[in-house]
C-alpha cells in the first residue's frame, strides 16, 4: 500500500481489540454486539475499525450520521450499519441506497421515508427510537406504540428495532437509570412487537443485565476505557499515540521556550521538538502538566503547545532525532494514560479520543510482526 510517511501517528493495536470483543461477548451471551464507530471510529480509524469490527464477528456498526455510513460501505463493510442520529429529508434517499438503518423519532419522518421508499420501490430498514430520559432524540413513550403501528403498516418501511438510550447508566443502581430501563422494558411488553429491542450502552452492559436484551451498544468499552477512572478488567486500551523527535538542541539556563515565553529552563537543558500540534487535535490545554515518554522516560511538556509542533524539556536526559516518542500509552515501564490528558483538559475519555483529526495516520496492529497504515 502507498501511504506518505508521517512522523506523528497512532497505532491500534487490533490483537486487543478482539480481545476485548471477546471479553465483551462473555458478558452478553448470544445477543447482538453493535460497535458504535461514530466519530471515527472514537478516534481510532472509522474504516480501520469497521473492517476489523466485521472480521471480529462484530453483528451492527452505529454511526452518527449519513456520511460515516456511506463512508463504510464505499470501503466494503456490508454488516447492517445504524444511523444514531436523527436523518434529513434531503438523506433519505441515500440510507435507502446503501442499506443503512436509519433512526425514527416521529411520524413526519417515517411518512417521508415511506414516500422515498415508494418512489423508487425498496424498502428502508427502521429502528424506532424511544426517548425515556435522554431527551435528545426519541419519541416519547406514551407515542411509541402509535408510531410503532404505524411504520408497521407501511409496505415498504422494514421495522427491524427498537431502541433508547441511558443518561445515567455509569453507576450501578443509578435510579436515573432503573427508571429509563424501567419504562422501556414496559413498552416491551405492552407492544410484544417481535424486532430487536436494544438499549445497553457499556454502562448498561456492565451495570443493567436486564438491559441487555435483544443488542447491546457499547463503545468506550470496546476501545478499552471505561467513563470514570475505575478500570474494568476485562479489557484494555487499544490506542497508543507515537511521533518522532524531528528536533533536538541545548539552551541555556532561563531560556524561555515556545509563544509567550510562559515555559523557562532552570539549568542548561537539551529541548526536543515534537511534530505534533493543537491542529493536529492535541490541545493547547495539554501544555499545562502535559508529559511525554522518550527512551523510556517522562518529560515535561515545555511552553504552550503550537498549532503543529511543541517542545519538551529533557533537563539532562537523552534523545536523538528519530526517536519515539509515546504521547499516549506505554514505553517501557511508563505510561501516559488517556485519563492523564482527560484530567489535564478537564474532560472526558470519548472527547479526548475524538480529538484527533485526519491529519494523524492510523495504523493497525494485527501482530508484532504485521502492520498496516491507513487514514
Ligand atoms: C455513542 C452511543 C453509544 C455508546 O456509548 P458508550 O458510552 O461509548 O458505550 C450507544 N448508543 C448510542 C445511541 C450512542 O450514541
Redesign the pocket.
Known amino acids: 500500500m502507498h501511504v506518505i510517511p508521517h512522523p506523528t501517528w497512532i497505532e491500534v493495536d487490533l490483537a486487543q481489540f478482539q480481545r476485548n470483543v471477546a471479553a465483551i461477548r462473555k458478558r452478553i451471551g448470544k445477543r447482538l454486539f453493535c460497535l458504535?464507530v461514530?466519530a471515527n471510529g472514537?478516534g481510532h480509524g472509522l474504516v480501520g475499525i469497521g473492517r476489523a469490527a466485521e472480521a471480529a464477528g462484530i453483528d451492527y456498526l452505529?454511526v452518527?450520521c449519513l456520511q460515516e455510513g456511506i463512508e463504510l460501505r464505499r470501503a466494503g463493510v456490508q454488516i447492517p450499519i445504524l444511523i444514531?442520529g436523527g436523518i434529513h429529508e434531503e438523506q433519505i434517499p441515500f440510507c435507502i441506497e446503501e442499506a443503512l438503518d436509519v433512526t425514527v423519532s416521529s411520524r413526519f419522518k417515517a411518512e417521508l421515508i415511506a414516500k422515498a421508499c415508494e418512489a423508487v420501490g425498496r424498502f428502508c430498514r427502521i429502528h424506532v427510537k424511544v426517548d425515556t430520559g435522554m431527551r435528545r432524540v426519541g419519541v416519547r413513550v406514551e407515542s411509541a406504540e402509535e408510531l410503532i403501528r404505524f411504520i408497521k403498516e407501511q409496505r415498504l418501511l422494514d421495522l427491524v428495532g427498537i431502541?433508547s438510550?441511558f443518561a445515567t447508566a455509569e453507576e450501578p443502581e443509578d435510579p436515573t437509570a432503573k427508571a429509563q430501563l424501567e419504562q422501556f422494558l414496559q413498552l416491551k411488553e405492552k407492544v410484544k412487537m417481535p424486532c430487536l429491542w436494544h438499549m445497553a450502552?457499556?454502562?448498561g452492559?456492565v451495570f443493567y443485565p436486564e438491559s441487555h436484551l435483544d443488542m447491546v451498544?457499547?463503545?468506550?468499552?470496546v476501545y478499552g476505557y471505561w467513563?470514570n477512572e475505575q478500570r474494568v478488567e476485562e479489557v484494555a486500551p487499544i490506542l497508543t499515540l507515537k511521533a518522532k523527535v524531528s528536533y533536538f538542541k541545548v539552551v541555556p539556563k532561563g531560556a524561555g521556550i515556545s509563544y509567550g515565553h510562559r515555559y523557562r529552563t532552570r539549568e542548561v537543558s537539551r529541548v526536543a521538538t515534537v511534530p505534533i500540534g493543537y491542529g493536529d487535535g492535541f490541545r493547547r490545554a495539554f501544555s499545562k502538566g502535559g508529559s511525554v515518554l522518550i527512551r523510556g522516560k517522562r518529560y515535561p511538556i515545555a511552553g504552550s503547545i503550537c498549532m503543529d509542533q511543541f517542545m519538551v524539556d529533557l533537563g539532562s536526559g537523552e534523545a536523538y532525532v528519530g526517536d519515539e516518542v509515546v504521547l499516549i500509552g506505554k514505553q517501557g515501564k511508563e505510561e501516559i494514560s488517556l485519563w492523564d490528558l482527560v484530567r489535564i483538559s478537564d474532560s472526558i475519555p470519548?472527547e479526548v479520543l475524538t480529538l484527533f483529526n485526519e491529519r494523524i495516520p492510523r495504523r493497525y496492529i494485527y501482530s508484532k510482526s504485521e502492520s498496516m497504515i491507513l487514514t
Do not use: A
Not at 217 to 221: E, K, N, Q, T
Open positions: 458504535p461514530k472514537y452505529g452518527s444514531f431502541y438510550h450502552n457499556s454502562g452492559v451498544r457499547p463503545g468506550l468499552l467513563p470519548h
